[in-house]
Nanobody, 123 residues
Framework: QVQLVESGGGLVQAGGSLRLSCAASGGTFTSYNMGWFRQAPGKEREFVAIISRSGITKYADSVKGRITISRDNYKNTVYLQMNSLKPEDTAVYYC?????????????????WGQGTQVTVSS
């Protein structure tokens, strides 16, 4: 069983930055595509960013240019650097791992999830 633990969430002002981390254990980290998703109250969980085993990345249009996903295979950790944050970025952010051959953006296409970390952006 793969365990994912997010950290780094918090309260920031609009325009500020935040770096989320996701530490993985219990599996072979390099075998997984890793993703970040978020869920705001009353909304469905949505794709934010993903990174493949080989480092290929994809971003949601709403965050492209402001958010960067990266992974450190030696530390079994994936990161989400968020800049120029907006109030609409407020959500619980979840780290996910999947074994899909291709990079996928749907939450139900990922196999393992972290507990989530709250990100709140004030205006």
């Amino acid at each position: 069983q793969v365990q994912l633990v997010e950290s780094g969430g918090g309260l920031v002002q609009a325009g500020g930055s935040l770096r989320l981390s996701c530490a993985a254990s219990g599996g072979t980290f390099t075998s997984y595509n890793m993703g970040w998703f978020r869920q705001a109250p009353g909304k469905e969980r949505e794709f934010v960013a993903i990174i493949s085993r080989s480092g290929i990345t994809k971003y949601a249009d709403s965050v492209k240019g402001r958010i960067t996903i990266s992974r450190d295979n030696y530390k079994n950790t994936v990161y989400l650097q968020m800049n120029s944050l907006k109030p609409e970025d407020t959500a619980v952010y979840y780290c996910a791992a999947g074994l899909s051959v291709s990079l996928r953006t749907a939450p139900n296409q990922y196999d393992y999830w972290g507990q989530g970390t709250q990100v709140t952006v004030s205006s």
